[in-house]
């Protein structure tokens, strides 16, 4: 994208919008000279109302109309006969069959037609229904033909299983007319070179049945049962329009504009209303749309141009609405022209610096007013209106609108407040709705400007001062703003070795006023320490406010970490910050493009990002300094000759690893020292790469050649890509290059994937026409697979817009790339090992200093080393921070893309026993046990399975998540089972874990219980059967007993004595009726 000329010109060919194919001259040639229908009949929505409006006076339904119009010569206007023509209609509703009565008179031979034209809300001026008839014999007779008109059925009836998609009709005019044989009417002719021809017209208007209102069909036809049953259960019900508007909120939160080559990207998807959609479409050639925002300058653009908001199609050209910033402070407007071209203006007012304003754009066709307001009620305006005569190609769906920078060209510097945008409206500013909500916040930033002015004024004044005196040294910046950062950066040194002292959080009343003017001359490493301080309250009162303020004029100045602060803030939405992935993308892609480019700057404070966590005692062994022991050890056997110890040792020099400060100078020794004295390939790539670029050493290229080709004969992948980047850059031999490439590539070398992306991206690619973004995105992504940071920058940005198929849209995807690549920095790097070797010195003030610091930036492993030493001493957290430590940055760390387990068995644990404010709440608890067991680690199984044990149930969402099926686990024993063996699975300890002794405590309570079980059963058995026993043996010894007392056998002179069975009475019976027990043994009763 190149500007030429005054404005953005860009080739394109002209575009024409579709037309809907022609059925005759328009309504023109056939209205009567006393009135009838006006031009363009039913071409527009207008035209529509204008005829609805019509039918409320002249109603024509079912009768016969009197506008007929007579066009003859004026010599034959005293003939008797004169040619006309009516019809009458039998019912005024469109009807599948109408039948139309038409009376006409012909005074020469003629052709009568008759035509039915309907309009929708989509297209207009349809024919869809036509006859015609020839009359030579009966002339000067009045004639009268009954027409069967017959009107398509998506027109007449409602949705059925047949008939998917009825329309809705606006306007259906049945109109007539005659053309005479030998004035040019002809049965064969085309009937919109007939209609110019016609004697008589007439028409009339048909009554539309909404669509919700017709008759089923009756199709003759039997459905299925089932397709029948599944269509009546849909077919009373009405879908109603979707609520929507045409009012957009692009930025609804302040956004710092670093003036750099980065900014929101935002995208319009099409209207789900039809009704609106269909406006939208028809106003492509005529738009009429309303932008309205706040902003606040610092400065004017330093370039040409800076962007404000302009719109990117896909072919990657600015189109309709493109607004920028000039040098001069004008604004530059410019719009893409139906006929494929450019056109830009400028305004004649300028924009106000360091105050607050509200822009507001509108568009009206081809007329376009500005107007900028300030002042407490927007009282004070600038209003220009500028005029054009040509058609402006208008289609917001069609590619992105961005604000700010990007890598077409950089934005503005200063702050953007909220903007809205009307698609479909043009609005006056006083109708607009747009008010800064942000108020506070806004006359922070606005105060801070002032204050800082004031201070740069003394230290300018200072500086000169300074300078008279020193005379001819030249020992001061002479550039203004190079002495005010110079300044800022000394202010900023001395306060934060104050801080650094074993007591320096005490002192923090000290330091902060001289942070606040560091940050004042510009140096926003202050900045960020100051946001930090106000949003932890560390030793200080917290201040959110405040917090907010001095990380935007951080990232305002671009500083790293206030950058990636904001970016993590509006990717979790959190401190009050809102949830805005477009927001958070603008400010981390700014870090991850700088990240590669620190990357290779040997001078800052700038240290390799390692993940180096508290708790591993293991790593922690390892970490060193010059004078540590595992340095001396590696310096010792790389003296001797050991290529490993010479290649460790020189990457930990060069990139400031593992706690050895940077030192390129010494780290390209011993790389030359390895490259020259072994044949290791990696050692050789290495010193040629450093000899290619010139990095802390004279450049050599015939050398570095010669080493490069040395290390790919070895096979050494990086080598064989490293010939390919010889010849791509220095000799230009694409087709060499492309050799290299490809074969490294299929060594698995991710740079060689990225390369050939870049040649099909340039369309250089040999044998291949022109670029391909396709393939070149498909390089890309692989590439970035493989953890290069290019690759992803690019995969981030495509990502964003979603221009390519293979990578639909995705905001929450493009964060997660770019704060991947942000997170690499070396800044960030620099302050983790300033944290790291704090705790390892035993300094824990400043390490809790330096953590805080990295861990509000959103790395995961300072949020979860932070909270490691909230646990270790929670004095120190309860001492100086002003949020609950542990809670807070555990609770951050399990929301990161690759959290530990450790921390999701925290947060549960957390959730299991309640803390400070957060009560218990099983659900969450269960849920962090869940993701840690999924993630492998067996405490996860074991917690959950110890949740059971308590009665806890688990969701059966969980166990899906799990992957335990609840049809074959149905009970709690068998789901104990299956976490027990799982963790048992899962455990690293060779011995008996603790899941291996739960897992056996179960099965012998399981077997104890089975075992408890049969012994109660066999002892109830034997008692049972004890007592039946018992009872036989007794009842039979009372029937032996009562057989001894009886006579000898013979017949008895008097009744037989009874025997007596023993009879218990209920007690309560006994009770009830005072009697005494009935005994066993039978007396004569007397």
């Not at 590619?399 to 479909?424: D, M, N, Q």
């Not at 200072?462 to 001819?472: D, I, P, R």
């Not at 740079?751 to 670029?771: E, I, K, Q, T, W």
């Amino acid at each position: 994208m190149k500007r030429r000329g005054a404005w953005l010109r860009r080739p394109r060919q002209q575009q024409q919008q579709a037309l809907p194919p022609a059925v005759g001259p328009r309504a023109v040639a056939m209205t009567p000279p006393s009135g009838g229908v006006p031009q363009d009949l039913g071409s527009r929505p207008a035209c529509a109302l204008f005829l609805l409006c019509y039918l409320n006076f002249v109603p024509s339904w079912g009768r016969q109309t009197s506008q007929t119009t007579a066009v003859m010569p004026k010599a034959e206007q005293s003939m008797v006969y004169k040619d006309f023509i009516y019809f009458t209609v039998a019912e005024g509703n469109v009807r599948n069959i109408s039948e139309v009565s038409v009376e006409y008179l012909c005074s020469q031979p003629c052709v009568v037609n008759l035509e039915a034209v309907v309009s929708s809300e989509f297209r207009s001026s349809i024919p869809v229904y036509k006859k015609r008839w020839k009359n030579e014999k009966h002339l000067h007779t009045s004639r009268t033909h009954l027409v069967q008109v017959k009107f398509p059925s998506i027109m007449v009836y409602r949705d059925d299983f047949f008939i998917r998609h009825s329309i809705s009709v606006s306007v259906v005019v049945l109109r007539a007319w005659i053309t005479h044989t030998y004035g040019g009417g002809d049965v064969h002719l085309k009937w919109d070179k007939d209609l110019l021809h016609a004697v008589a017209k007439n028409y009339t208007l048909l009554k539309a049945v909404p669509p919700f209102e017709r008759p089923f069909k009756d199709h003759q036809v039997c459905l299925e049962w089932n397709m029948d049953y599944i269509w009546n259960l849909r077919a009373n019900k009405i879908p109603q329009c979707p609520l929507e508007t045409d009012a957009v909120t692009l930025l609804g939160f302040l956004y710092a504009s670093s003036g750099e080559n980065t900014g929101i990207v935002k995208t319009l998807p099409r209207f789900r209303n039809r009704e609106l959609e269909a406006t939208r479409r028809q106003r492509i050639d005529y738009p009429m749309f309303t932008v309205s925002l706040w902003l606040y300058l610092l400065h004017y653009c330093k370039a040409s141009l800076c962007g404000i908001l302009y719109f990117v199609d896909a072919d990657e050209m600015y189109g309709t609405p493109s607004v920028f910033l000039t040098e001069e402070g004008l604004l530059h407007i410019q719009m893409h022209l139906v006929r494929g071209e450019d056109l830009a203006v400028k305004t004649k007012f300028t924009l106000p610096l360091k105050e607050w304003f509200r822009l507001d754009i509108s568009f009206n066709g081809g007329q376009i007013v500005v107007a900028a307001s300030t002042g407490q009620g927007l009282e004070s305006q600038h209003n220009q209106t500028i005029s054009f005569r040509e058609d402006f190609h208008y289609n917001d769906t069609e590619g992105c609108f961005i604000v700010g920078g990007s890598r077409y060209v950089p934005g503005i510097a200063g702050f953007f407040g909220p903007l809205k945008y009307y698609r479909l409206r043009t609005l006056h500013p006083a109708q607009i709705f747009n008010p800064l909500l942000e108020k506070q916040l806004a006359e922070q930033i606005k105060l801070y400007y002032e204050r800082c002015a004031e201070v740069q004024e003394i230290v300018s004044v200072y500086t000169s001062t300074v300078q008279e005196g020193a005379g001819s040294q030249d020992t001061w910046p002479r550039h203004p703003n190079e002495s005010l950062l110079e300044i800022g950066g000394m202010i900023f040194e001395k306060a934060v070795k104050r801080l650094s002292r074993v007591d320096g959080l005490h002192q923090m009343s000290s330091v902060v006023p001289s942070l606040m003017d560091s940050s004042c001359c510009g140096y926003h490493k202050a900045s960020y320490y100051l946001a930090v301080f106000y949003e932890t309250g560390l030793n200080m009162p917290r201040d959110q406010l405040q917090g907010m303020l001095y990380s935007l004029v951080g990232g305002q100045g671009s500083e790293r970490l206030s950058s990636m602060n904001l970016g993590y803030k509006h990717f979790q939405g959190v401190d009050n910050y809102p949830l805005d992935w477009e927001l958070s993308y603008a400010y981390y892609s700014n870090i991850a493009t700088k990240t590669p480019l620190d990357q290779h700057t040997l001078q800052g404070d700038q240290a390799y990002v390692e993940t180096i966590r508290l708790k591993d005692d293991e790593v922690l062994k390892v970490q060193t300094k010059e004078d540590g022991d595992v340095f001396m050890w590696l310096k010792h056997e790389a003296a001797r000759g050991n290529a490993a110890a010479q290649q460790r040792l020189a990457q930990m020099l060069f990139w400031g690893q593992q706690g050895v400060a940077k030192n390129p100078e010494a780290a390209i020794e011993w790389y030359a020292k390895g490259a020259l004295e072994t044949e290791d390939p990696a050692l050789i790539y290495d010193y040629a790469i450093v000899l290619f670029k010139g990095q802390g050493v004279k450049k050599n290229r015939r050398l570095a050649l010669e080493l490069m080709k040395k290390a790919a004969s070895k096979g050494l992948h990086q080598a064989v890509n490293g010939l390919g980047w010889y010849y791509h850059k220095f000799k230009k031999n694409y087709a060499k290059a492309a050799k290299y490439w490809l074969k490294a590539e299929e060594m698995g070398n991710p740079d060689a994937s990225y390369n050939l992306g870049v040649l099909h991206l340039d369309g250089v690619f040999p044998g291949v026409p022109g670029r391909n973004q396709t393939l070149a995105g498909e390089y890309f992504h692989k590439a970035a697979q493989g953890g290069h940071i290019e690759g992803t920058l690019w995969c981030s940005l495509y990502y964003i817009t979603g221009n390519l198929a293979t990578f639909p849209r995705d905001p929450e995807k493009a964060v997660v790339w770019a704060k991947h690549i942000a997170e690499k920095n070396g800044y960030l790097g620099h302050v983790i090992r300033k944290g790291l070797n704090a705790y390892l010195e035993g300094s824990w003030h400043e390490a809790l200093l330096y953590y805080v610091l990295a861990a509000e930036t959103g790395i995961e492993v300072s949020q979860t080393n932070l909270a490691h030493i909230c646990e270790e001493r929670p004095d120190l957290a309860e001492t100086y921070l002003g949020v609950n430590c542990v809670w807070r940055y555990y609770n951050f760390s399990v929301f990161q893309i690759d959290a530990p387990s450790f921390a999701y068995l925290k947060m549960g644990d957390l959730y299991y026993y309640g803390h400070s404010n957060q009560s218990q709440d099983l659900e969450l608890s269960v849920q962090m046990y869940a993701q840690a067991a999924l993630d492998g680690d067996s405490q996860g199984f074991f917690n959950l399975a110890l949740l059971i044990e308590e009665g806890a149930l688990i969701p059966h969402h969980i166990l899906d998540f799990l992957e335990i099926d609840p049809t074959i686990h149905s009970n709690n024993i068998s789901i104990l089972q299956e976490l027990y063996e799982r963790c048992w699975s899962h455990s690293s300890e060779e011995s008996l874990s603790p899941c291996a002794l739960a897992w056996l405590y179960l099965h012998v309570r399981l077997i104890w219980g089975a075992v408890l079980h049969s012994a109660m059963t066999c002892f109830l058995g034997t008692f049972l059967l004890s007592v039946l026993i018992a009872w036989t043996l007794q009842y039979f010894q009372s029937v032996s007993a009562n057989g001894f007392n009886l006579t000898p056998a013979g017949p008895s002179p008097g009744p037989t004595a009874p025997t007596a069975s023993p009879a218990v009475t209920p007690a309560a019976d006994a009770s009830a009726q005072d009697q005494p027990p009935v005994t066993s043994n039978p007396e004569s009763r007397r």
